[in-house]
């Protein structure tokens, strides 16, 4: 059984940073490409970054391209999004799945952005 486990949110003030992580058990990730999902309150879950399964190439949200890189450990099993320059707007709770949401969603982790 697939089980992803989201890590790293917290508060931030705006224009500060985070770095996510995700720790994968039960898949391999070397053989998926994976992708970094958030949900805000009132709105769908929305895929905002995404990885090809060596690393090789990554795909943004507009709303984040420029501020949030994804990573990934295939040696660790573990998927990271580094978010810089955080705006309220990206308060939300982050998650991490495929590329498309192949598996069950983990807990996510919650991100708020306020001064």
């Known amino acids: 059984q697939v089980q992803l486990v989201e890590s790293g949110g917290g508060l931030v003030q705006p224009g500060g940073s985070l770095r996510l992580s995700c720790a994968a058990s039960g898949i391999i990730l070397r053989f998926y490409a994976m992708g970094w999902y958030r949900q805000a309150p009132g709105k769908q879950r929305e895929l905002v970054a995404s990885?090809?399964?060596?690393?090789?190439?990554?795909n943004y949200a507009d709303s984040v391209k420029g501020r949030f890189t994804i990573s990934r450990d295939n040696a660790k099993n573990t998927v990271y999004l580094q978010m810089n320059i955080l705006k309220r707007e990206d308060t939300a709770v982050y998650y991490c799945?495929?590329?498309?949401?192949?598996?069950?969603w983990g807990q996510g982790t919650q991100v708020t952005v306020s001064s």
């Open positions: 990885i090809t399964s060596d690393g090789s190439s990554t």
């Open positions: 799945n495929g590329d498309k949401p192949y598996y069950s």
